[in-house]
């Protein structure tokens, strides 16, 4: 994989973060760091869009007869044959 080098300023504060999650063990140096929030953060965007798009999805598919506690029964019915 190819990379990119960057260049970046942050406040001092931040820089005391960051060197406080390196020294913590968690990252070997700020680049992972990084690398790590910015995974983070395609990963909320991706998770957002799917949202967005069952939004859409329950929206158009108009409404529904069934009790909020029938919807709900469905609904763990469904995650438990999904997760068996």
Same mark, same amino acid.
């Given at each position: 994989?190819?990379?990119? !080098?960057?260049?970046?300023?942050?406040?001092?504060?931040?820089?005391?973060?960051? #060197?406080?999650?390196?020294?913590?063990?968690?990252?070997? &140096?700020?680049? @992972?760091?990084?690398?790590?929030?910015? !995974? #983070?953060?395609?990963?909320? @965007?991706? &998770?957002? @869009?799917?949202?967005r798009n069952l939004l859409v999805e329950g929206e158009?598919?108009?409404?529904?007869?069934?009790?909020v506690t029938d919807i709900w029964d469905e609904a763990?019915?469904?995650?438990?044959?999904? &997760?068996?």
């Open positions: 994989m190819a990379m990119t !080098r960057k260049t970046i300023t942050i406040t001092d504060q931040m820089d005391d973060w960051v #060197k406080g999650q390196v020294e913590s063990g968690k990252y070997g &140096n700020d680049s @992972e760091y990084f690398r790590d929030l910015i !995974r #983070k953060d395609q990963s909320k @965007e991706d &998770n957002l @869009e799917t949202l158009q598919s108009g409404s529904s007869n069934l009790s763990e019915e469904r995650h438990l044959a999904e &997760n068996a």
